[in-house]
Nanobody, 114 residues
């Protein structure tokens, strides 16, 4: 499974960005897809997870602001980020979990200025 994330950039606080992660077709529709982030000096943390049945889990810090979605036909997972805050600044990684094996994209940097 190969993952290619894109969509990061510099945005002012209160702004929006949409991250995309294009995945290879292998097992996409049955994978749990997720977005994680890692801020400088911090450990990687889960941001949002979406399983193949449509169940979603968000980190408390992003609930009500971020939305994860998937397009199985395009084998792409998205993260819509609204009302961004400086503390959202991090490298964002997409993840695909297939049969207990994790696959990671290369990361895309999101910087939120105050």
């Amino acid at each position: 499974v190969q993952l290619q994330a894109s969509g990061g950039g510099l945005v002012r606080a209160g702004g929006s960005l949409t991250l995309s992660c294009a995945a290879s077709r292998t097992g996409f529709s049955i994978s749990t897809l997720g977005w994680y982030r890692q801020a400088p000096g911090e450990t990687r943390e889960m941001v949002a997870l979406l399983d193949r049945g449509g169940s979603i889990n968000y980190a408390d810090s992003v609930k009500g602001r971020f939305t994860i979605s998937r397009d199985n036909a395009k084998t792409t997972v998205y993260l819509q980020m609204n009302n961004l805050k400086p503390e959202d600044t991090a490298v964002y990684y997409c993840n695909s979990r297939l049969w207990s094996t994790d696959y990671w994209g290369q990361g895309t940097l999101v910087t939120v200025s105050s």
